[in-house]
């Protein structure tokens, strides 16, 4: 998920696990790896004044950890109403099913092998429960069903795996695309822009509270990345990995199937573009 150590976009320090916004507290799944860095963040939504509470990504199925996140809102006076979540990846959405047990809520998601329920997710879409306004972004790219959530009272969005609190995330070739990904992060950034959003609440790592210079980096860091792989491919590397090795040599090498997946991405955007 995570290929480079450090992001700019002024990260929160401290502890991880708790309130972030207003509207917002996260839970810490324990689940910490080089790909989920210190695990995978699962986000309590509610109105200030509300019993009712919208969770976004239960994380994996790790009982423990989904009855955490009950109990944390049972002790904000809060009855969990409805679960999201941004994309599929095990570590946002193994323990879905097992959440929307304990908590007897409808579980919504772009894609519809993933829903509990009738309602899906798309462009669009306003979640009110509970009187929030949580606005439904696409920002496919990351995986094909990713999305984001914009949360306009707090100025922030969550963004699954989109933006991460540190480090830039993996394109998953074949089902994320780097073109889809470019434009997401365009529209993440229209958001700075036109809608005055400035907190990112990642699915992994700290609290950003420079939205717009997190995504600038983070268009930034991938234009280098492609022009990288570019003059590796033109210098005769043309298979995945050797390009992989050329241009993630500065990257631990635990990353580098990841960088892989990202590679390939490139190399297919390139392709399509007429660049190799």
Known sequence: MSDAAALPGQPRGGVLSGPATSRAVNVLAPNASAMTLDGTNTWIIAEPDSDLAVVIDPGPLDDT?????????????????????????????????????????SVRALDPALRLGDEGLGAGDVITTGGLELRVVPTPGHTGDSLSFHLPADRAVLTGDTVLGRGTTLVAHPDGRLGDYLDSLRRLRSLTVDDGVHTV????????????????????????????????????FTAASEVVAEVYADVDRSLWPAAELSVRAQLEYLREHGLI
């Open 65 to 105: 950890h989904l009855k955490a996140v009950v109990a944390t809102a049972a002790g904000a006076g809060r009855r969990i109403a409805l679960t999201l979540l941004t994309h599929g990846h095990p570590d946002h959405a193994e323990g879905a099913a097992r959440f929307a047990e304990l908590t007897r809520t």
């Open 201 to 236: 609440l990642p699915g992994h790592g700290p609290v950003l509270e420079d939205a717009q210079g997190a995504i600038d980096f983070y268009l930034a860091h991938r234009a280098n990345r492609l022009a990288q792989v570019e003059t590796a491919a033109e210098n005769g």
